[in-house]
């Protein structure tokens, strides 16, 4: 895969995710998928750029008694990771991890869409 251009203005409208889109998965009904592409990661040693082959995010676990907000991230090191947060918040989004989605879930939901 050809690595994208980075810089300033790229980093700045967030165009480095544009290659990684989330969307509902049909089976199992309860993960999001990821698609293939790529980012830059920027830290104190310089660019580096971090291929993602694509894939399923963790099964998410519906709430049972009220709604909870759910961050789909990436970290800088292509894994994809779920964050729990509340019914009021997001969850605070850790140091090296890029969020791609933000989900609101019901009490006992079955299915993502």
């Known amino acids: 895969m050809m ?3 980075y810089g300033e ?3 700045k409208i967030l165009s480095n995710f544009s290659t990684l889109r989330v969307e ?3 089976n199992p009904d309860m993960t999001i998928k990821v698609t293939s592409g790529g980012f830059w990661f920027y830290d104190d ?3 580096h750029y971090i291929d993602y082959a694509g894939g399923n995010s963790p099964s998410l676990v519906s709430p049972s008694d009220t709604a909870v907000w759910n ?3 990436i970290s800088f090191s ?3 990771n779920i964050l729990q947060g509340d019914q009021t918040s997001f ?3 850790p140091r090296y991890r890029y969020p ?3 989900i609101l879930l019901q009490p006992n939901t079955t299915k993502i869409t």
């Open 9 to 11: 203005i790229l980093r």
């Open 3 to 5: 690595n994208p251009l």
């Open 24 to 26: 509902a998965q049909n």
């Open 71 to 73: 961050i789909i991230t």
């Open 100 to 102: 791609l989605a933000a």
């Open 45 to 47: 040693l310089g660019s």
């Open 91 to 93: 969850p605070e989004v």
């Open 78 to 80: 292509g894994v994809i």
